[in-house]
């Protein structure tokens, strides 16, 4: 099972960046996905989830109206649109898998981890 999360970088405040999470080794459509940050020197944090199906995706308030999260079943792949970025947003960003249906805001709940992806954003 591997979980490769990508498209991180640099990018100045107000700008946009697209994240995604390949998952292979296992179906991706039976896991619910979900997507957590963590800065220097502050704890793994919950940004969003999706269903194994794609509705009804879920978010942090810190990311409600700015980021969007979606899944691509056939491509086995998850996605993280952001948009409006702040220097607050900037972290590794994390994608997480979860066998079954409904995802979770609590990381402990996931099975499988990404490497992580940087995401910087200046001032």
């Known amino acids: 099972v591997q979980l490769q999360a990508s498209g991180g970088g640099l990018v100045q405040a107000g700008g946009s960046l697209r994240l995604s999470c390949a998952l292979s080794?296992?179906?991706?459509?039976?896991?619910?996905m979900g997507w957590f940050r963590q800065a220097p020197g502050k704890e793994r944090e919950f940004v969003g989830h999706?269903?194994?199906?794609?509705?009804?995706?879920y978010y942090a308030d810190s990311a409600k109206g700015r980021f969007t999260i979606s899944r691509d079943n056939a491509k086995n792949t998850m996605y993280l649109q952001m948009n409006s970025l702040k220097p607050e947003d900037t972290a590794v960003y994390y994608c997480?898998?979860?066998?079954?249906?409904?995802?979770?805001?609590?990381?402990?709940?996931?099975?499988?981890w990404g490497q992580g992806t940087q995401v910087t954003v200046s001032s």
């Open positions: 997480a898998s979860r066998l079954g249906q409904v995802p979770y805001t609590t990381f402990h709940e996931y099975h499988y």
């Open positions: 999706i269903n194994w199906s794609g509705s009804s995706p």
């Open positions: 080794g296992l179906t991706f459509s039976n896991y619910a």
